[in-house]
């Protein structure tokens, strides 16, 4: 089996496609890559924008909002 390179234009516009649609399933399928790596690459700010982005089931939209907000609060006063 042949390894795989992606440059990071194609691992930004990946992020961006699952930002669309929505599903990091759905643009992993579209882009025959795993979802788990374009998890990675959503989750790493080089390739998302510089935000962080929360891959968790069941989070409305507001939510991931909210656990940044947390997250930056504990890391502040820890």
Same mark, same amino acid.
């Given at each position: 089996? /042949?390894?795989? %390179?992606?440059?990071?234009?194609?691992? /930004?516009?990946? %992020?961006?496609?699952?930002?669309? *649609? $929505?599903?990091? *399933?759905? +643009? +992993?399928?579209?882009?025959? !890559?795993?979802?788990?790596?374009?998890?990675?690459?959503?989750? &790493?700010?080089?390739? &998302? $924008?510089?935000? !962080?982005?929360?891959? %968790? +089931? $069941?989070?409305? +939209?507001?939510?991931? !909002? %909210?656990?940044?907000?947390?997250? &930056?609060?504990?890391?502040?006063?820890?």
């Amino acid at each position: 089996m /042949k390894h795989r %390179v992606f440059d990071d234009e194609f691992k /930004k516009m990946a %992020v961006e496609l699952s930002k669309l *649609k $929505g599903s990091v *399933k759905d +643009a +992993a399928y579209e882009l025959d !890559i795993t979802a788990s790596r374009l998890s990675k690459w959503r989750n &790493n700010p080089q390739f &998302n $924008g510089g935000k !962080i982005m929360m891959d %968790v +089931a $069941g989070l409305s +939209a507001h939510q991931p !909002i %909210v656990l940044t907000k947390l997250t &930056n609060m504990h890391l502040k006063y820890s």
